[in-house]
């Protein structure tokens, strides 16, 4: 668990404890530095994740203000390298569905490192929390790779780097699209949820040095159940871009 995700579960705690009402204040960013003896950056990233679970908003020049004592569980992804996004599925598991060799892969998942005519394996099967189904997820492999699914059920964490090392191959980089759509009916059985419950998807290439595809997968997440948040930094100028005097 990262500097922040501690952070924000021991602020989480706090809120439900009661140490926070709501529509009290939190410390000040400076407060909570000091306190928990981290960045700013820290802080910030913390304060973020506690706004997607919908537990605070956040007013500049008022401060952070608890509006509700608890949530339900939400899957938050907050992310900024590639490594993030891999390990943002530790605390989670997979059950495995379905699964056998198809023409193709999924048609909103062509790219010119994955064509629609290439056979792949497919395996569909559900992410769980703690609490709660968060997604029903999708996967296309290579045939070569099509053993992997022996291995998954019930398999904590992420599933690349489980493939990584199965078959020794290495990750470089992941393509992602959000966006949102309607839950289907056979999705919603999966889910617990209506037909037409409003969803995010989360269309992913992860791909190797060479910029062939590994595996593309589709996650369908229930609105209230996903939140994705994305941490970005300036690149500050090295010394031979500052000016000289």
Known sequence: MTKYQQLAQDLKTSIADGRWGVGQLLPTESQLCLHYGVSRITVRAAISALSALGLVSKRPGVGTRVVRPASHQ??????DSVESVLQFTEATRFELLQQGLVPGVDPSLVRPDCPSGQPRFWFQGLRCGVQS????????????????????????GSIVMLMQKL?????????????????????????????????????????????????????????????????????LPSEQDLPTS
């Not at 939400?74 to 992310?79: C, K």
């Not at 997604?135 to 019930?154: K, N, R, T």
Request: aromatic fraction near 8%.
């Open 133 to 156: 189904t968060l997604c029903v997820a999708d996967f296309f492999v290579s045939p070569l790779h099509a053993s992997l699914a022996e291995v998954l059920p019930g398999h904590q």
């Open 167 to 235: 078959f020794n191959i290495e990750l470089k980089e992941i393509e992602q699209t959000i966006e949102a759509c309607a839950i289907s009916a056979s999705q919603a059985k999966m889910l617990q949820v209506r037909a037409g419950t409003p969803a995010l998807v989360t269309r992913r290439w992860h791909r190797d040095a060479r910029g062939h595809n590994l595996i593309a997968s589709i996650s369908t997440y229930p609105s209230d159940r996903y939140s994705y948040s994305i941490l970005l930094r300036k690149n």
């Open 74 to 79: 939400r899957f938050v992804h907050t992310s």
